[in-house]
């Protein structure tokens, strides 16, 4: 290969006078070519938003869509700045105040380093060491390998008093040997990033909560008195400054803060895209520092940016938004709408956008960043202020539960294009009265009806359950349904045509999820009361397998499977043995076991995807001790992700 170059080399240049001396500086060159190339590949997403730019652009590979959940790490407190990737391994901070290093493919922590405060920044990682900064003031400079420190840096005390919706940090950002960050002292620090000694710093006047980006002589952060600013890298002097309307507001007059920044700004091609808390998003010439377009929502804030190929993707805070739009001009080409407000940044890989939002029961997304179609969305189980990366072959992304999920790509999804999203309804009838048998208690119905609604299912009467199943027939779209009963209505376990139309909904591609005893199993008297329990009835109709009659009852704790863990679940299970159990053989996917070996949690498919079928889950029937927000993640797989 070096002879290769080098000969090409030879013929597009001129003849050295002395030709060792030419070998020996195209060898170091080619040497140099050869290492940078290294540390770029092996940087899949080693600091803030990817770049010193903040585009949030990855040269990783796309996620079309998710195999499962690799791993899983739990962390003391809340993940909000975004990890970064190095060398196979995942470095974030939490909210317990400690910083930590795990392996990329297996979650094994490697080491952890405890810090004053709570570390809601996000890391700059290199070979040798890391960088990050803390609640407790400091700018910290660890050991990559082992997590010694190699130096710390004070800052000053956070100005004012005032702490409403202080989400995050500043993050580091590193260009050459300096190192840009910016202080609650209002202060934007450069330091010499090899001993951590002040090259100078600059007084903004208010807090500086946003990460600067940095491109040739200027770097750019917004602070909390709602300005833009523009100083010389080189002198550390103010080139310009922008005053956006927010800093004409105050609290008092707003009875909210309409004024702070902190929306880390986007810089490409001579653009600066950001927005405050005002509900403006701003394009800010890069040269003048004058205004170039604004897109106004009228309250709610602008919380993120991102650009790519001349385009601008914007989160926008309680518009529940994402939106994209031309760089130069502010052009809206389409906008995405969210179950909650996005105060994740956006990771920008080929065609796909993947960003978090804050629903209380938080989802990843990644939409297409042509159309603004969503391809899959994964279900956290709690809010994120984080933000999705893409290294080694995973989605990482964590949460306010202190939860990071290491999602592996699945291969097999190599199309963005997404033609119609799945159906998701939830069904619940009741008892046929006050004297009906129901088997669960307390509200736990209604909490798992409620809950489903709130995450975007659509409550639906037996009526529209039955012509939902029917267009699972003909349509074979992505569909799940969730019964908080034990009562299928008749209309759907009918089986004196044939079929009975839930079966033929389940072989169609379908996918229903039950959390107790199956409904099929009881009978019910003229009135519409249970009076029976058949387990032979679900038995014949779905063909499952349950214990004898002779077989141990009790309630016993089951263990998740590695499958298991692939599709969601996380935590121990109770369940009451010969009801709701079946043997392993009888299940497609077993999901959990109990002590006796007989599958608790499993799905049974009929010919669909992979993932869809009956699936069974078991939650207590008069309390909610487990994360509904894991089984909905077991509930989506193969439907939504």
Do not use: H
């Given at each position: 290969m070096l002879r290769a170059l080098f000969f090409e080399h030879r013929a597009c240049n001129k003849p050295?006078?002395?030709?060792?001396?030419?070998?020996?500086?195209?060898?170091?060159?080619?040497?140099?070519?050869?290492?940078a190339q290294h540390n770029c590949s092996a940087q899949s997403f080693a600091m803030y938003r990817n770049n010193p730019q903040l585009t949030g652009v990855t040269a990783e590979s796309p996620v079309y869509g998710i195999k499962g959940i690799k791993f899983t790490y739990k962390a003391g407190g809340p993940i909000r700045g975004i990890p970064a990737a190095l060398g196979g391994m995942l470095y974030f901070g939490g909210g317990d105040g400690y910083f930590c290093a795990i392996n990329g493919q297996t979650g094994a922590e490697q080491w952890k380093f405890k810090t004053g405060g709570a570390v809601y920044s996000s890391p700059y990682v290199t070979q040798s060491t890391l960088y990050f900064t803390s609640r407790d003031g400091n700018i910290y400079a660890l050991q990559t390998g082992n997590g010694k420190q190699v130096w710390?840096?004070?800052?000053?005390?956070?100005?004012?008093?005032?702490?409403?919706?202080?989400?995050?940090?500043?993050?580091?950002?590193?260009?050459?040997?300096?190192?840009y960050v910016g202080g609650g002292d209002g202060y934007l620090y450069a330091i010499n990033k090899g001993n951590g000694k002040l090259l100078w710093k600059y007084n903004a006047g208010a807090r500086i909560r946003v990460t600067p980006a940095v491109f040739e002589d200027n770097i750019v952060f917004g602070n909390n008195a709602g300005y833009i600013i523009d100083v010389?890298?080189?002198?550390?002097?103010?080139?310009?400054?922008?005053?956006?309307?927010?800093?004409?507001?105050?609290?008092?007059?707003?009875?909210?803060?309409?004024?702070?920044i902190f929306c880390a700004p986007t810089v490409a091609d001579g653009v600066v895209v950001t927005g405050g808390r005002d509900g403006i998003a701003y394009g800010i010439d890069l040269a003048t520092g004058k205004e170039k377009w604004r897109d106004d929502h009228k309250g709610p804030w602008i919380l993120s940016t991102a650009v790519k190929d001349g385009v601008a993707y914007i989160g926008c805070g309680s518009d529940?938004?994402?939106?994209?739009?031309e760089l130069q001009t502010g052009k809206e080409l389409w906008?995405?709408?969210?179950?909650?407000?996005?105060?994740s940044s956006i990771t920008v890989a080929g065609d796909m956008l993947y960003f978090n939002d804050i629903h209380f029961s938080g989802n990843t997304h990644a939409v297409n960043s042509k159309t603004g179609i969503e391809q899959w969305k994964f279900p956290m189980g709690a809010k994120s202020f984080s933000t999705p990366i893409i290294a080694n072959g995973m989605v990482y992304t964590g949460a306010e539960n202190g939860v990071l999920y290491a999602l592996e790509a699945n291969p097999g999804m190599t199309s963005a294009t997404v033609t119609q999203?799945?159906?998701?309804?939830?069904?619940?009838?009741?008892?046929?009265?006050?004297?009906?048998?129901?088997?669960?208690?307390?509200?736990v119905d209604e909490f798992i009806k409620n809950y489903f609604?709130?995450?975007?299912?659509?409550?639906?009467?037996?009526?529209?359950?039955?012509?939902?199943?029917n267009d699972q027939l003909t349509n074979k779209t992505k569909s799940v349904i969730v019964f908080a009963d034990n009562r299928f209505p008749a209309a759907i376990e009918d089986a004196s045509q044939g079929k009975p139309l839930a079966l033929k909904y389940l072989e169609a591609g379908g996918k229903i999820a039950i959390f107790g005893l199956n409904p099929m199993a009881y009978t019910r008297d003229s009135s519409g009361n249970v009076d029976a329990y058949n387990d032979s009835l679900p038995s014949a109709v779905f063909g499952l397998s349950y214990p004898g009659k002779n077989f141990i009852r009790g309630i016993y704790q089951a263990q998740i499977t590695p499958t298991g863990k692939q599709h969601g679940l996380a935590s121990a299970y109770t369940t009451v043995s010969n009801f709701t159990v079946i043997t392993p053989g009888a299940a497609t996917t077993v999901l959990a076991t109990d002590e006796f070996g007989s599958a608790t949690e499993w799905i049974k498919n009929y010919g669909g995807p992979d993932g869809t079928g009956l699936l069974q889950l078991n939650l207590p029937s008069n309390e909610i001790t487990v994360s509904l927000g894991?089984?909905?993640?077991a509930i989506e797989w193969g439907v939504a992700w």
């Open positions: 050295e006078p002395d030709m060792r001396i030419s070998i020996s500086r195209f060898l170091f060159a080619v040497a140099v070519i050869i290492i710390k840096f004070t800052m000053d005390k956070d100005l004012g008093a005032e702490n409403y919706w202080d989400n995050y940090l500043s993050s580091p950002v590193i260009v050459d040997n300096t190192l010389s890298k080189t002198t550390g002097k103010m080139v310009w400054q922008f005053k956006t309307d927010g800093a004409s507001n105050t609290f008092e007059s707003k009875n909210n803060d309409r004024t702070s529940l938004l994402v939106v994209a739009r906008r995405f709408k969210c179950p909650s407000a996005v105060f999203q799945p159906v998701k309804i939830v069904y619940r009838q009741g008892p046929a009265s006050k004297d009906d048998y129901t088997d669960f208690q307390n509200g609604i709130a995450c975007g299912y659509k409550l639906v009467d037996e009526k529209e359950l039955a012509q939902v199943m894991e089984l909905r993640a």
